[in-house]
Every structure is written in C-alpha cells, then in structure tokens.
C-alpha cells in the first residue's frame, strides 16, 4: 500500500515496491472486473496486517487495464485507505 496523499512516478513506484514490504496477511475481497471493450476497471478492497504495530488495515483499489496487442497492461492503479 502507499503513504496516503503521495503520487509517484513510474521509477517511485518501482522503488517503493521493490523494498520490503511493511505488511503481511495482504488478501483481496469484493473484487469487481468490468470490461469496457479493451479496458478493464478492477475495483475491490484489501486487508493486511501492518508488522510494525500489528495494526489490521484496510484500502478500495481501483487498478486500470488497457489491451494492447492481445495483452492486458495495467495502466493507472490507486488504492486509498479508507479514513485518511
């Protein structure tokens, strides 16, 4: 998950992902695809553990996809916990 309020670029992101992550027990729940012709908008929530403080967190993602020559890339994704 990201700090809430910070945006990165594609070279953040990649950093960002790439550490440890400070979490654990990270499932998917309430997964909603809908296909729009050659994108595909997947809403759904997450829960984890946080290993600091074993705190259970939640966050609503929104990941977009995009069909390009036959394969699906995600293209935009944000996950937002909720109350921040």
């Known amino acids: 998950m990201q ?3 910070v945006t990165r670029n594609r070279a953040e992101f ?4 790439a550490k440890p992550r400070p979490f654990k027990d990270l499932a998917v729940h309430d997964v909603n695809i809908r296909i729009l012709s ?3 908008l997947i809403h759904g929530r997450a829960t984890y553990t946080m290993l600091a403080d074993g705190v259970d967190q939640e966050a609503l993602y929104t ?3 995009q069909k390009r020559e036959g394969t699906w890339v995600c293209v935009s994704a944000c996950a937002i916990a909720p109350g921040t």
């Open 3 to 5: 700090t809430p309020g």
């Open 38 to 40: 050659d994108v595909a």
């Open 14 to 17: 990649l950093d960002y992902i």
């Open 63 to 65: 990941d977009t996809y």
